[in-house]
């Protein structure tokens, strides 16, 4: 099979929308192209937050690891750009700047990989283009060990031996590929459901292979294979973007990917914590001390029985809850009380670098409250000037924020019927300054003044 490479990239690409769980953002069905369009694609494993802004220092977006800006609708003509992050004060730090020549009916992909410290700028162009019931596909590598790879692609979920071969996937380059059963009036791909599968040059042996995806948009799909970060970061394990005309990139891991997790015990019994459900395959037992975390455990995806039990002959088991790790998933299981019940909820921990911003969750594992507020407070803030915090947190729920790297004090409140803020309970300045995913619980305890104690895991 013949493909185009090109120093120039992408086009409209509105989605992949997958059997297995791609997002839709539509596609193109236009003629005619009025505007140049601007897009980044922050594809660094070990970086942070990037904003882009234009010679007037306006924003135009920004992209964390494995995200891009919205599509950018621009005159044409040569525009300047600076790239930048914020560092712990919230102060700009430049990154990078860079003129692009934008063009009439072309779309430019400004993509940042490699490693953060000495990253690469790239800047893909190419024209846009009508298409009607097909798309075009256009694949690259921005892995930062700049690795090439050999893609396939078989109709219909057809095993990897009915694939066909389309070209390469190369750090720096776009390449389009060329659909191997044209239609009369079209060159291009068929809409309709493919199988992707990706290995090392020259090899058969399958390193990812995607689920049967539906390409069902008139539009340019762009397939962007990449690191890991994050909870999931393994120097071996790969998986790829679909980058879109939004800020939302649908990732696709292989569909035979393990998941992982780790288990919280955050009540003052010992518990053993079982594993089941695979069938065949024998369950997987742990024993935790009380208010211990346990290193992140590797398993087959697929749904799971959890068990936890203890000798305390007052404190009822928790049996069989359900437990869905999906492929490529990390998830963190915190175990607490509900009256004299045990009870456990779990969140799916982040994929995204720590190395400058911190990933940081947030757990009300008290059954007294149902509307728990965290506040991050730095050493010139109050509450009331906190700039990070997570509010009405019930019983169980988690939450999510991105921080700067800095120190917090830690506070966590409710309100009363009078709506008094109460205090549960505060930490001293804590440095989340570690490549790590935190976890922030709330929890009962008994050595605490108010009853009740804020932990902070990793």
Known sequence: MVFRTLTSLMKLAAVLAVTAGLTACGGSGSSDYSYAYLQFYNASPNGSTVYMQDEDGDDLGSAQFGDTTSLISLDSGSTDLEFVRLDSDDEEVSLHEMTV????????????????????????????????????LFVTSVREDQSQ?????????????????????????????????????????DEDEYTIYITEPGETDVLLESTTLDFDYDTEYVLAVRDLSGALDDSDSMSVDAILNSTSVTNITDVDADAQYRIYNSTDYDVTVTFGGEDGVDDTVLTLSADE??????????????????????????????????????????????GSKFSANSFVESDLP???????????????????????????ETIDTADYYKLNMEFEESGTLVLPEDYYEVIAVY?????????LDRTELYGFTEDENYIVTLEPSADSTTGYEVNILY
């Open 101 to 136: 020549k934008l063009k009439t009916g072309y779309k430019t992909l400004i993509v940042l990989s490699g490693d953060f410290d000495d990253p690469d700028w790239t800047e893909f162009q190419f024209k846009r283009e009508s298409l009607d019931d097909h798309f075009r």
């Open 354 to 380: 720590q190395s400058y911003d911190k990933t940081v969750s947030f757990v009300n594992l008290s059954d007294d409250f149902d509307d728990i507020d965290f506040y991050l407070v730095r050493n010139d």
């Open 293 to 338: 975390l346990s290193d992140f455990s590797n398993i087959s995806y697929g749904d799971y029985r959890i068990t936890v039990e203890s000798d305390d002959s007052d404190i009822t088991s928790l049996n069989n809850k359900l437990v869905t790790l999906n492929q490529g998933e990390s998830k963190a299981i915190m175990i607490d009380l509900a």
């Open 149 to 189: 790879y050999d893609f396939y692609m078989s109709e219909n979920g057809d095993p990897f031996e009915a694939a066909y071969y389309l070209g390469t996937m190369t750090y720096g380059e776009l390449n389009e590929l060329e659909y191997w059963d044209p239609d009369d009036d079209s060159d291009d791909f």
């Open 415 to 423: 309100e009363d019927d009078n709506d008094e803020q109460i205090l």
